[in-house]
């Protein structure tokens, strides 16, 4: 069983739907959640950033996280075509060695 | 704030010949660098974590002598890929951190090496 359960995807969705992207994990010991979105051909772009459980809000993203259920969750409201993207959650114990989940496609169609 | 900048961002080669390839974290002091590997779909895979004037520590199953961290300052670090080969082409992407600032990894945009 991998540490970090990613959805692969795709996930198509229509402009202004509601998206919730999600991971699973295992190890307890995990304190920092991060959610990245990457481009094709870039490198990934940190898009929240979240200690212990929890919700934050930045914008139309929201992060929730869920230790109690080993959870944590991305939603993106009023999506948009330009946030067609490869979405990757990460987490850690202690914010340096990250483990990442496999990355979820995501495209958004007008 | 946390700007990781990589270059080349696409490099194309013959077989035989050594890479480099820079990550520098422009407006924050990277104590510790992150080389990854990303092939295509796939998610990413950590080689070494370099530490500022240490020897790079490198993931299970990565050579080191094949993949040369350098990282002599708190803003740069450098990837060589000796004596390349068509199965090192991949995305290689890197990554800074500043334990002092309390915040993740920044990423740098990656580059694409293509061996011939």
């Known amino acids: 069983q991998k540490e970090v359960e990613q959805d692969p995807g795709p996930l198509s969705v229509p402009e202004g739907a509601i998206v919730s992207l999600n991971c699973t994990y295992s190890?307890?010991?995990?304190?920092?959640f991060m959610w990245y979105r990457q481009y094709s051909r870039k490198g990934p772009e940190l898009l929240m950033y979240?200690?212990?459980?929890g919700n934050k809000e930045d914008g139309r993203f929201t992060a929730q996280v869920d230790k109690s259920s080993k959870y944590i969750s991305l939603f993106i409201r009023d999506s948009q075509p330009s946030d067609s993207a490869t979405y990757l959650c990460?987490?850690?114990?202690?914010?340096?060695?990250?483990?990442f989940g496999t990355g979820t496609r995501l495209q958004v169609f007008p | 704030g946390a700007v990781v900048s990589q270059h080349p961002s696409w490099v194309i080669c013959k077989s035989g010949t050594s890479v480099k390839i820079e990550c520098r974290s422009l407006d924050f002091q990277a104590t510790t660098m992150f080389w990854y590997r990303q092939f295509p779909k796939q998610s990413l895979m950590l080689m070494a974590t370099s530490n500022e004037g240490s020897k790079a520590t490198y993931e299970q199953g990565v050579e080191k002598d094949k993949f040369l961290i350098n990282h002599a300052s708190l803003t740069l670090s450098t990837l060589t890929v000796t004596s390349a080969h068509p199965e090192d082409s991949s995305f290689y992407i890197c990554s800074g951190f500043a334990p002092r600032n309390n915040q993740p990894q920044h990423f740098g945009d990656g580059t694409r090496l293509s061996i011939l």
């Open positions: 990460a987490m850690s114990p202690n914010t340096d060695k990250l483990i």
């Open positions: 979240t200690y212990s459980s």
């Open positions: 190890n307890s010991a995990f304190q920092y």
